[in-house]
């Protein structure tokens, strides 16, 4: 909101004492100037006290002289509302710096003193501690070799000694170069075999090759004869179930009757990942299946039992 420059107390004793209108209940008072003119509110003698003119400007005469307050009073720029003005309401931005102040003039000089006199010399201190040996220094070049003597006397041949011992051997002189290679010699005979070693040990099953494509359908057989008609007979027959989970290469899997005798069975697995290698009755309760798989397909055994 911004400052406005009266105060609301003041404000509104000045529109309640100059309007001198009493509000009807539960309804407003309007007031609509004609184009272009304003409205006023006067003293007795005439003089205006309280004006709105044409273009909204708001004038309170008197206002200045009226009695002072200490509570400021703010408008909304946009609304026009009028109330207490909030915390920062008259805070403005800060100032610039003032200019600096001029120096002071110097005050008068008092008289110099005397020189005080020199102090005493101080005693010598103590002899500091030697410093370490420095660095040998370079040797110096050698000198020039003097001149050869001149040569003495030969002198007379001495009587020859007597045999010296023989002196102990001399040491082994360097070894030679070594000679040129001889030619190769004739091959040697083929020896015997050795014995056969150990077999190793037989190495890790490979992983299952993929199933191969299907083989062609074989041709029909011939129709067999009709076997002679047999008694009817009341059979009452039960399946049970043995499922699992394949692994990698070759799988047996077992159904097995808990009463009465295997009279067939069957086998399931993935299609699309197993291959049914064997299915059959493998005792008088049981049947067995055999599925290769690349792992981690379900499969099932299945035998039909009679009581």
């Not at 044409?54 to 609304?79: E, K, Q, R, Y």
């Not at 190769?184 to 494509?213: D, I, N």
Request: charged share 5%; with cysteine; hydrophobic share 35%.
């Amino acid at each position: 909101m911004s400052m406005f420059s009266v105060r609301r107390s003041s404000l509104a004793f000045t529109i309640a004492a100059t309007l001198g209108i009493q509000a009807v209940a539960a309804q407003d008072v309007n007031v609509t100037p004609a184009a272009g003119g304003g409205f006023a509110v006067n003293a007795s003698g005439g003089s205006p006290l309280f004006t709105v003119d044409a273009s909204g400007n708001l004038s309170i005469v008197h206002i200045g002289t009226a009695t002072a307050w200490t509570s400021p009073m703010c408008f909304d720029g946009a609304s026009g509302a009028v109330g207490p003005c909030s915390n920062g309401g008259l805070i403005g931005p800060t100032g610039p710096a003032g200019p600096t102040g001029a120096t002071g003039a110097t005050g008068p000089g008092g008289a110099v003193g005397p020189v005080g006199p020199t102090g005493a010399t101080g005693s010598i201190g103590a002899t500091g501690a030697t410093g370490a040996t420095g660095l040998a220094g370079a040797t110096g070049a050698t000198g020039a070799t003097g001149p050869a003597g001149v040569a003495g006397a030969t002198g007379a041949t001495g009587s020859s000694g007597a045999a010296g011992a023989t002196g102990p051997a001399g040491a082994t002189g360097a070894t030679g170069a070594t000679g040129l290679a001889g030619p190769a010699g004739a091959t040697g005979a083929t020896g015997a075999p050795g014995s056969t070693g150990p077999a190793g040990a037989t190495g890790p099953a490979g992983p299952a090759g993929a199933q191969g494509p299907a083989g062609p359908t074989g041709a029909t057989g011939a129709t067999g004869a009709t076997g002679a008609t047999g008694s009817i007979a009341s059979i009452s027959l039960t399946t049970y179930s043995n499922s699992g989970t394949t692994v990698a290469g070759g799988n047996t899997i077992v159904a097995t009757c808990l009463t009465g005798v295997a009279i067939s069975g069957g086998c399931k697995s993935d299609p699309a990942n197993d291959l049914i290698s064997s299915s059959f009755r493998s005792s008088a309760t049981t049947w067995t299946c055999g599925i290769g798989s690349s792992g981690g397909t379900q499969m099932q055994a299945e035998v039909y039992c009679s009581n």
